[in-house]
């Protein structure tokens, strides 16, 4: 019988590795929504192996998806926290918002 890929696997690595970089740019939200997919798509490709194991030939490949998405959900929430920690200690939301728009002024950008 000839092996074949388990159908996630791919897919799972990619949006788990592009789940590092939302978790810089986005208060670590995307991150944790992207990483959570991706983890629930190496979990489905887990069960799909645990059913016929001498089918498929990439389930390392699956593994380290897990790896990796499991890595994103941690530093995905530490940096949520940690957005959410700097905004409260800087008075609210507001306070943030007029500390963002003051750099941005200082930089030369317009805001409103």
């Not at 949006?15 to 939200?29: D, E, K």
């Not at 798509?41 to 897990?66: G, H, I, R």
Request: glycine share 8%; charged share 15%.
């Amino acid at each position: 019988m000839e092996q074949q890929k388990l159908p996630n696997a791919t897919a799972s690595i990619v949006i788990a590795s592009i789940s590092f970089i939302c978790c810089c740019f986005s208060m670590g939200i995307g991150g944790i929504l992207l990483s959570g997919i991706a983890y629930f798509l190496a979990a489905k490709d887990e069960k799909l192996y645990a059913q016929e194991p001498e089918a498929y030939s990439n389930f390392s490949q699956v593994k380290t998806a897990k790896i990796i998405a499991i890595i994103g959900l941690v530093i995905g929430f530490s940096t949520l926290a940690w957005s959410l920690y700097y905004i409260n200690s800087l008075g609210g939301w507001e306070a943030y918002m007029e500390q963002t728009k003051d750099a941005w002024r200082q930089m030369g950008i317009e805001v409103e």
